[in-house]
């Protein structure tokens, strides 16, 4: 069944001059508030009885309206005063910030997509919203699962629960507050992740999914978004994860899983004492050539080596830049850092890469390494200390992440070249596999 939006893009100029023209006054002004004309088949509830609906999508697939029209759904009555079929309902995000800015006051948030006359009111000193015929929708954020204590729900909105920190926990005591009406229901919004928790909900018997990439939203989304994504991530496995919508688990053999990668992101801070920035140069520099591998890392190296640990600080990789100007790039991230030294594969290019970066700053501190194994033998031993949890991760990290994913046992699974995973092996490797040792020629450390 074809929304009236998809109808209204292939319909003929007479075809909706009729139909514009068979509208009342109230009807014509009522139709950019009917989101069940509008929306997608992915966004409208399925008919099915369900205790938890699950939206899963990529980027842009249009869940956080479908999300924020739920919720109007149950709220709101047949008048602004008569009332709807939820009158408690808990919106829950990673952090406070992101239900209020996202969830609330976002372009497809809740208040965007109400009308004039059944706009709630935002009380930001308690995080609610209010509508005028008394129904509230409080925002909780899954970093403190025990607000979910106490409080009871008659529906229930989860955003982007995938990547929530504490998913299992927040997820559990929702359940426990959603306990009021005849029938309450919860909502989930997310681009998927391989986490457990949402790996539970998803295989609940009382469980429905609906699915849609990136791409059947795309007559609201800028295109040029569109073709540089497809560009860059098509075929990919986090092109699966953030544009098709794919819950995409662990590779055989993955030296590094999701759970490993999300212990980094949550790690304790680390103050590091010694700070590289690690680069694998590209063979070429057009926009089809692979990146040039700018990995930022520290170390805290005091103490015994068993307990050093590290912080993978900053991902400054670059595509189709001039040896120039990855290695402006990379010299700007060692600025920025306070870094000690740079780090630079001289597979590709040899004494040139050197001579390169040296071009710009002859005095930079400097380390040449060579790769004489393949890459899985080289990122094996820097795979097991995130094993060990002595790998933290800043944020903004997803391009190294999703490589990450996709290096195996039997090699390199992803398209292209791991660029950013290689730098993020030399600079791990500099700071901790190796901190005292050298083979080969004197400046050269050969792996």
Same mark, same amino acid.
């Given at each position: 069944?074809? %929304? ?15 139909? /514009? ?8 002004? =009522? ?5 069940? +004309? ?5 966004? #409208? ?50 952090? #406070? ?16 997509? %109400? ?9 930001? !000193? ?8 008394? =129904? ?52 989930? !919004? ?34 040029? +978004? ?17 544009? =098709? ?5 662990? #590779? ?60 993978? /600080? ?7 830049? %001039? ?53 899985? /033998? ?38 292209? %070249? ?10 791990? !490797? ?8 050298? !083979? ?8």
């Amino acid at each position: 069944m074809k %929304s009236g939006a998809v109808w209204l893009a292939s319909a003929q100029p007479e075809e909706i001059d009729a139909f /514009l023209g068979s509208l009342s006054e109230n009807a014509l002004m =009522a139709l950019p508030w009917v989101f069940e +004309f509008w929306a997608l088949p992915h966004q #409208l509830p399925p008919e099915t009885a369900w205790k938890t609906w699950v939206i899963m999508g990529g980027r842009g697939a249009g869940k956080t309206r479908a999300g924020a029209e739920w919720v109007r759904a149950q709220v709101e009555g047949a008048t602004p005063s008569a009332p709807g079929r939820a009158r408690r309902v808990a919106l829950v995000a990673e952090t #406070l910030e992101q239900g209020r800015e996202v969830m609330v006051k976002g372009e497809s948030g809740i208040l965007a997509c %109400s009308p004039p006359d059944r706009r709630p009111r935002w009380i930001s !000193t308690r995080n609610l919203l209010e509508w005028e015929n008394g =129904a509230t929708a409080q925002v909780f954020s899954a970093h403190d699962p025990e607000r979910l204590r106490g409080p009871q729900f008659d529906a229930a909105w989860a955003d982007e629960l995938a990547k929530w920190p504490k998913a299992g926990a927040a997820w559990d005591q929702l359940q426990f507050a959603l306990r009021l009406g005849e029938n309450p229901q919860q909502v989930v !919004t997310t681009t998927p992740r391989n986490v457990e928790a949402l790996k539970a909900i998803l295989q609940n018997p009382s469980t429905v999914i609906t699915r849609a990439p990136t791409e059947a939203n795309r007559a609201y989304l800028a295109q040029s +978004f569109l073709a540089e994504v497809e560009a860059r991530y098509g075929g990919t496995l986090l092109g699966r994860q953030e544009l =098709a919508g794919e819950l995409v688990e662990d #590779l055989e053999g993955a030296l590094w899983t999701p759970m490993m990668v999300a212990r980094a992101r949550g790690a304790a801070a680390v103050s590091p004492a010694r700070v590289v920035v690690a680069v694998d140069p590209p063979v070429t520099a057009t926009k089809q050539s692979d990146e040039c591998g700018i990995v930022v890392v520290g170390a805290d190296t005091r103490g015994p080596v068993g307990e050093w640990r590290a912080v993978v /600080l900053a991902d400054r990789s670059v595509r189709g830049a %001039s040896p120039d100007g990855w290695a402006r790039a990379a010299l700007a991230a060692m600025a920025e850092f306070g870094a000690e030294r740079m780090v630079v594969e001289v597979n590709q290019g040899g004494d040139l890469v050197t001579q390169v970066v040296r071009q710009v700053d002859p005095m930079v501190s400097l380390r040449e390494v060579r790769a004489m194994r393949g890459k899985w /033998l080289r990122a094996e031993p820097v795979a097991a200390l995130y094993e060990q949890g002595r790998v933290a991760h800043g944020p903004d990290l997803a391009g190294l992440e999703a490589q990450m994913l996709q290096m195996t046992r039997t090699g390199w699974q992803g398209r292209g %070249s791991p660029d950013r995973l290689d730098a993020l092996v030399w600079a791990l !490797t500099e700071l901790m596999i190796l901190p005292a040792g050298r !083979t080969g020629r004197p400046g050269v450390r050969t792996i």
